[in-house]
């Protein structure tokens, strides 16, 4: 079974804080994503990366970075956390096939930021 | 660019009764399509996709849906609830294609089932 975690469930942090979130998958799979959920807003993608090194951005990059130095990490940088990045941030992954190819998502991380 | 509508921001229905999720979507080039069901405190799963082929498909828990190219729809349907399928479900589109690279989704603003007793 395909695995996405992420490196915590909950986390509480003040304005202004950098904050980490991590993301793992085990499948090998190349492409990696980072969505952040919203009532009434649905999904909308923040970044997302094809292979090592290599990233684009999605719908709302503002506020946001990332990084993947390995195949299977793909991290997303809050550099200077803002009251209204408060969101549920889901991590997903999906094998680089010849069509359209499953997502897998991690359990997601509740993020406060106060 | 696409887009994705899900009218129904909630769908309360009994136990053992059918339902319908409704979803249209809005692409200037063929797409494939998706329904990611997110049960409480968890992350998405996806319970069927259309790719090409047969407009009927079927997924995972009894869960079926019809792609209508014509109505830009790809409504999911289930003739009998259960309460665990108690949930949000999320439809997705993408474009088609034919060569490697990455699948954006982009997602509708989710339905809440909620099945009751």
């Known amino acids: 079974d395909v695995k996405v975690t992420q490196s915590s469930r909950y986390l509480v942090k003040r304005t202004g804080e950098k904050v980490f979130l991590e993301c793992v998958q085990d499948?090998?799979?190349?492409?990696m994503f980072w969505y952040r959920q919203d009532p009434g807003l649905g999904l909308r993608l923040i970044y997302f990366?094809?292979?090592?090194?290599?990233?684009e951005k999605g719908d709302i990059p503002e506020g946001y970075s990332v990084s993947r130095e390995k195949k299977e990490r793909f991290s997303l940088i809050l550099e200077s956390a803002s009251t209204n990045q408060t969101s549920m941030y889901l991590c997903?992954?999906?094998?680089?096939?010849?069509?359209?190819?499953?997502?897998?998502f991690g359990p997601g991380t509740r993020l406060l930021v106060l | 660019a696409q887009s994705v509508t899900q009218l129904d921001s909630q769908v309360p229905v009994f136990e053992e009764a059918p339902v319908e999720l409704r979803c249209n979507y809005s692409?200037?080039?063929?797409?494939?399509l998706f329904w990611y069901v997110q049960y409480p405190n968890q992350g998405l799963q996806l319970l069927l996709k259309?790719?090409?082929?047969?407009?009927l498909v079927k997924g995972i828990n009894g869960f079926e849906a019809e792609f209508n190219k014509s109505q830009t729809s790809f409504h999911l349907r289930k003739p009998s609830v259960h309460i665990s399928d108690t949930a949000e479900y999320f439809c997705?589109?993408?474009?088609?294609?034919?060569?490697?690279?990455?699948?954006?989704?982009?997602f509708g603003t989710g339905t809440q089932l909620k099945v009751e007793l």
């Open positions: 692409s200037s080039v063929s797409v494939y």
């Open positions: 997705a589109v993408s474009d088609r294609k034919l060569t490697g690279g990455g699948n954006k989704l982009t």
């Open positions: 499948m090998d799979h190349e492409n």
């Open positions: 990366s094809y292979d090592v090194k290599m990233k």
């Open positions: 259309y790719l090409s082929g047969s407009t």
């Open positions: 997903a992954s999906s094998h680089r096939g010849l069509y359209q190819e499953t997502q897998y």
